[in-house]
């Protein structure tokens, strides 16, 4: 029974398109957020929302649309795809302040 | 600008003896200090944290030392199994209001424990 889940794993597309990767959490945490790794392994904060609501915006291009349906669900949509967005995508979800817990990630390979 | 930095991308030490794992940052804001562990194809998975205001915490066989002067810090593994070989991520944090957790991570230190 996955804490932090995310789908998909995997995910090969082409410049251009629209896709869109869901999180789900079952720990009950009020704070979900996405993190990029890149080609570098350098693990960045996008975005950060407390109870569906946005408190961090990290400087993402809005191509990157966050939606938080509710405080278990928070899924990054991503419009016009571009070569430099390839990377891993982790959700995450903590406690208010406390540490996060981390999904398996989301691998996004642009062609 | 990278405010965490782990300047060793791999270590690799002998099964039974010690790992230390180095980390260090250059924002004084920062409160909070986190080693994440990483295996491949997972996400990270939290180990031990440390508070500013402290500058030891121990769990087990993971100590993280905390040097604010020198803005260092260190994770200590003892006695190094292979289960711990993965890679380490350092984060620092700094809160949002107590809202949510601004974590600013290092880029991680391939750890290889030898049978």
């Known amino acids: 029974d996955t804490a932090v889940s995310q789908t998909p794993k995997y995910l090969v597309t082409q410049m251009g398109n629209d896709k869109s990767i869901k999180c789900e959490q079952n720990l009950g945490h009020d704070t979900m957020y996405w993190y990029k790794q890149d080609s570098k392994k350098f693990l960045k904060i996008m975005f950060s929302?407390?109870?569906?609501?946005?408190?961090i915006n990290e400087t993402v291009p809005n191509r990157f649309s966050p939606k938080s349906p509710d405080k278990a669900h928070l899924n990054l949509h991503i419009n016009s795809l571009e070569l430099g967005d390839s990377a891993v995508y982790f959700c995450?979800?903590?406690?208010?302040?406390?540490?996060?817990?981390f999904g398996e990630g989301s691998r996004l390979t642009v062609l | 600008d990278q405010q965490v930095k782990q300047n060793s991308p791999s270590l690799s030490v002998q099964e039974g003896r010690i790992s230390i794992l180095n980390c260090d940052y250059t924002n004084s804001m920062f409160d909070y200090f986190l080693w994440y562990k990483k295996y491949p194809a997972e996400g990270p998975t939290f180990l031990i944290s440390?508070?500013?205001?402290?500058d030891k915490n121990e769990d087990g066989r993971f100590t993280v030392f905390l040097n604010k002067s020198a803005k260092h810090l260190s994770l200590h593994i003892v006695p190094s199994q292979p289960g711990d070989s993965a890679v380490y991520f350092c984060a620092a944090s700094v809160g949002y209001g107590g809202a949510t957790n601004k974590l600013i991570f290092g880029t991680g230190t391939l750890l290889a424990v030898q049978p």
């Open positions: 440390i508070s500013s205001i402290k």
């Open positions: 995450a979800s903590s406690q208010a302040a406390g540490e996060l817990f």
């Open positions: 929302y407390n109870n569906k609501e946005l408190i």
